[in-house]
């Protein structure tokens, strides 16, 4: 069964937050051979019981109650200027993920960013100098020991952890980095 596409998160099973299963759906009560794993907000207990395509189409946030991402937490410069629809789609029908701390998610031209992924610093050397410059311009150091050291820190898994966006207009990457 073809996954559906989200928006603002291009690869749900390659960043982690859907992975194959045999689970049956709690808002759809169908097997449909993968299941989201990442944040649910309601007031019941959801994990790893509700469908990507029950996501996708409004449904778990109609029938459960649930978001996927903390309305609170899109825009990482305080003032995303995004409108009521487009803070919708990304909270109720998007895919969320798993940070240590409060899940942050980046806006760039008046639009949610895309959730490119977690990377520590072998994947940054992968993606390249823009992705490394957007996690230290959401540090805030400048070049140096500093910098330095926290770059070498950067694991995926554990430890300080960067976290990409690319917009979806003009295809600049934004970061947010925490730690546990």
């Given at each position: 069964m073809t996954l559906p596409q989200?928006?603002?998160?291009?690869?749900?099973?390659?960043?982690?937050?859907?992975?194959?299963?045999?689970?049956?759906?709690?808002?759809c009560n169908q097997t449909r051979g993968y299941i989201y794993v990442g944040p649910v907000y309601a007031i019941e207990e959801y994990e790893a019981c509700i469908?990507?395509?029950?996501?996708?189409?409004?449904?778990?946030?109609?029938?459960?109650?649930?978001?996927?991402?903390?309305?609170?937490?899109?825009?990482l410069d305080g003032d995303a200027g995004l409108s009521d629809a487009q803070v919708a789609e990304v909270s109720q029908r998007t895919p969320g993920f798993s940070g240590w701390q409060q899940e942050a998610w980046f806006t760039h031209c008046n639009d949610a960013g895309q959730f490119i992924g977690k990377a520590g610093r072998a994947e940054l050397l992968a993606l390249g100098a823009e992705a490394i410059a957007a996690v230290q311009d959401a540090t805030g150091l400048e070049d140096g020991p500093q910098w330095q050291a926290f770059f070498e820190a950067l694991e995926k898994d554990h430890g300080p952890t960067a976290y990409l966006f690319r917009c979806r207009h003009c295809a600049t990457l934004g970061a947010y980095q925490d730690c546990h």
């Open positions: 989200f928006t603002y998160h291009h690869d749900p099973v390659g960043s982690g937050s859907v992975q194959p299963s045999s689970t049956v759906c709690v808002c469908c990507p395509w029950c996501i996708a189409d409004g449904s778990a946030h109609e029938r459960l109650g649930a978001t996927f991402v903390d309305e609170d937490s899109i825009g």
